[in-house]
């Protein structure tokens, strides 16, 4: 008879095993992004709608049966109209863009011509020279097909949308049945509870900073005279939700529109600086008061989360990096196996939001012996 096949119990087979699932399941994400990817924006709206019901809730401003309904439809508006100011701000800028290109070459030779001068290097090249190295026409392929992705990928995260929620009644019976006794639902709850309020606290601290800084560049922007203002405030809050490369576009995009537009370099200047004053008040000072214990991530780990999920989803996986790393961090410290990841995924050393409190422990059965009879 043919013996059965066991797992092996060494650590380095164990680790061997981790490392390969590891591969296959990152290999299987990449496949089915595709699929995954709408999956995913899904989830992060769902979560969204839930808090912003229980926050209406919490404020009465809707009667109780009425919260879900009043959330349901402030989060797919918003997220349609997102969806709708990008495509048509982009292509209204890319067209104005071309139209205008005739008229902007003599300032683009001009900012050359002055950045050249600036290093005292000779021999500038021109606008219309640069401009004839690159395939201008298929980069407007790019964009108009990314527009149109994009149009389709909201269809997609509206059909799963609908689906999740009306999933969301039989949770608690899917719930009982994969964890029959009573502590084991409790523990699962508690991580699910932990995931959603690390994933609501990255959100509201991302929401509130990224209008506080739109409201601030939105006056600057408007002030220097710099046109399609609003849509640049619109894409400083979009952007805001992506470490990192967030910061880096809304402090760099609108000074370089300014420096193309005005014939002088101080409104760009001018943009430049505030900017980059705004963005580092509220990185330094503002976000790390409000975040509290709600994004306890390592930025080494949100740099590389950014890297992975931008890499294996694109623009979606940026947006859903952060969040992704807050719930690896707080499913992994559930599991003692797991929990030294977990650890080194937290910024502080210790992964739990609550003071450092862990998974409650699980109570101790008290083992009752038998009496014994007495011998003779």
Request: contains cysteine.
């Amino acid at each position: 008879m043919k013996p059965a096949l066991t797992v092996p119990t060494s650590a380095v087979s164990r680790n061997a095993l981790v490392l390969i699932a590891v591969v296959a399941a990152g290999a299987a994400v990449f496949w089915l992004r595709d699929i995954l990817t709408p999956l995913a924006m899904a989830i992060f709206l769902l979560i969204m709608i839930d808090g912003l019901k229980r926050w209406i809730e919490r404020h009465a401003l809707a009667p109780g049966r009425w919260a879900g309904a009043v959330a349901l439809i402030v989060v797919i508006l918003g997220f349609l109209a997102s969806i709708a100011i990008i495509v048509h701000g982009a292509r209204g800028f890319f067209t104005q863009a071309s139209d205008d290109a005739v008229m902007l070459g003599p300032r683009l030779d001009q900012i050359l011509a002055d950045v050249y001068r600036l290093f005292d290097l000779s021999g500038a090249p021109t606008a219309s020279e640069l401009l004839g190295r690159i395939d201008v026409s298929r980069y407007f392929t790019t964009v108009a097909m990314q527009a149109q992705g994009a149009v389709t990928g909201a269809l997609f995260v509206m059909i799963y949308l609908g689906f999740l929620m009306a999933s969301q009644n039989g949770f608690r019976r899917k719930l009982v049945g994969m964890f029959p006794e009573r502590h084991a639902r409790t523990e699962a709850m508690e991580v699910f509870q932990r995931v959603r309020g690390g994933v609501e606290g990255y959100l509201w601290v991302q929401a509130v900073t990224g209008v506080l800084i739109c409201a601030v560049a939105w006056v600057l922007m408007r002030a220097v005279g710099l046109q399609n203002a609003e849509f640049w405030t619109f894409v400083i809050f979009v952007v805001g939700f992506i470490p990192v490369l967030g910061g880096a576009v809304a402090g760099l995009a609108p000074p370089l529109a300014a420096l193309v537009q005005f014939e002088s370099y101080w409104p760009a200047l001018i943009l430049l600086v505030g900017l980059q004053a705004i963005l580092f008040i509220s990185g330094n000072f503002i976000q790390p008061r409000m975040q509290g214990d709600n994004q306890n991530i390592d930025p080494v780990v949100v740099l590389l989360s950014l890297a992975l999920w931008g890499h294996l989803w694109g623009v979606v996986g940026m947006f859903l990096s952060t969040p992704l790393a807050v719930m690896a961090m707080a499913v992994l410290a559930e599991f003692k196996g797991s929990r030294w990841m977990a650890i080194l995924l937290s910024g502080d050393g210790e992964p739990y939001a609550d003071e450092g409190h862990g998974p409650a422990p699980r109570p101790k059965r008290t083992r009752v012996n038998p009496p014994q009879s007495k011998a003779g």
